[in-house]
């Protein structure tokens, strides 16, 4: 038998979450649902795995080689789900009888891409979505920004700006510029301008074999670009859903560098630490379509969780936040007084008091110090002597003051 030691590793662009960390991905989730239901989104989940058929060749030449595809135990070839956005569309066609239109969804769940880990990018990490499925207008445009406004503002953002542009301005720019045949090819060059520059991708699109004189129109073309009529409708709109004007901007170098964008396209960036857009979507008109289902328009955007808490915690941008959720541990002296402890336990917990009750009876000092380890704010002790008058003993951690107290005065206090 081998009996060598496995060592215990994580594996490269995953990550474990331990309590502290996840009650500030939960602050950051509970404050996203409360705004997508306020804008009246409803909830909804797809499987982990695809068939591979739905997945590939919706996102690109490049984005498809990071999609996690593989043959499960039937021969099937298989996918992990490499955006929420492609299987929300799947559903779409399948359930297209069940679903009214328009329909407003958010998802948040777990996406997989084989991507080279680095700051902000992640193997595994947590897509929350809002899309709204048909008909076209620009007003369903302008309420996404909106709804990233809201978001932002909420989580304490101050420095960032949201950059709109459209996949049909970029286009009419690639035409005039004569660059009319590898247009996907010319915009993901486009696409590295935020990292690399003019100059960088000027150099990247030579490399294309497209002429230099053709090059140097495009830019001229882009630096004179204007918004085209349906995005100067969505930026109106985007005034009329009060968002200020000092929140966004058009941008005709940003590109969103999946295929199946269609017209508007937006994302956002904070101006510190860099690590890319913290929000990015826009206008999906044909994937319903392209996955078998009737013709649909759609608009959307993902708010990336996890790259908004690096910026929350690298800005301290936190409201004060208690490192639990549990608000009491109920102290254990024993047999002669578990069952009134239980009881309280319970008590507390009918009156939605989050608390936990410590599982054997050892000294008193190691029950307090393991409740102050989790930063549980009270201890409520219940001896022989608080069993013969009907109290309680609570103990503040915080401060070290300890008083007896009735069962209504202790609800009364925590509530």
Do not use: H, W
């Not at 009876?361 to 549980?376: E, T």
């Not at 009270?378 to 070290?400: F, P």
């Amino acid at each position: 038998m081998n009996s060598t030691k496995i060592k215990p590793q994580t594996l490269k662009g995953f990550r474990d979450f331990l309590p502290e960390t996840m009650i500030v991905r939960n602050y950051v989730k509970n404050i996203l649902i409360e705004v997508f239901e306020t804008f009246g989104f409803q909830p909804v989940e797809t499987p982990t795995l695809e068939y591979a058929s739905t997945l590939m060749g919706k996102y690109g030449e490049e984005a498809d080689k990071l999609v996690y595809s593989f043959k499960d135990a039937g021969d099937r070839q298989v996918g992990l789900r490499y955006d929420l956005t492609v299987p929300t569309a799947k559903v779409l066609s399948i359930y297209q009888n069940q679903i009214s239109l328009p329909f407003k969804r958010y998802q948040i769940q777990p996406v997989y891409r084989a991507d080279k880990p680095q700051r902000g990018r992640y193997r595994e990490f947590l897509q929350c979505d809002v899309d709204i499925f048909g008909p076209e207008s620009p007003i369903n445009d302008a309420e996404i920004i909106a709804l990233t406004y809201t978001i932002l503002e909420k989580l304490n953002f101050k420095k960032y700006s949201i950059r709109i542009n459209s996949r049909q301005v970029l286009y009419q720019i690639l035409d005039n510029a004569g660059i009319k045949n590898n247009q996907k090819s010319a915009l993901q060059s486009l696409d590295k301008y935020q990292k690399i520059g003019e100059d960088g991708v000027k150099n990247d699109l030579i490399s294309k074999d497209i002429d230099s004189t053709k090059i140097d129109k495009l830019f001229d073309y882009i630096k004179k670009a204007q918004p085209d009529d349906y995005l100067k409708s969505v930026f109106e709109k985007i005034k009329e859903f009060g968002v200020p004007k000092s929140a966004y901007i058009f941008d005709p170098t940003m590109i969103r560098g999946l295929d199946y964008y269609t017209s508007t396209i937006f994302e956002t960036y904070v101006t510190e630490p860099k690590m890319g857009s913290i929000t990015g979507g826009g206008r999906y008109d044909n994937l319903i379509s392209s996955l078998g289902g009737p013709q649909t328009p759609a608009v959307g955007t993902t708010i990336g969780l996890d790259r908004i808490v690096d910026c929350i915690l690298e800005l301290n941008l936190l409201p004060e936040l208690n490192k639990t959720t549990t608000k009491v541990l109920v102290a254990n002296f024993g047999v002669e007084t578990e069952k009134e402890s239980i009881n309280l336990l319970n008590q507390l917990r009918n009156n939605d008091i989050a608390s936990t009750f410590y599982p054997t009876p050892d000294k008193i000092g190691k029950q307090i110090k393991y409740a102050d380890s989790l930063s549980i704010p009270y201890v409520a002790m219940i001896g022989t002597d608080e069993i013969k008058n009907s109290l309680i003993t609570l103990k503040n951690l915080k401060t070290t003051e300890q008083k007896l107290i009735s069962l209504e005065e202790l609800l009364k206090f925590l509530l």
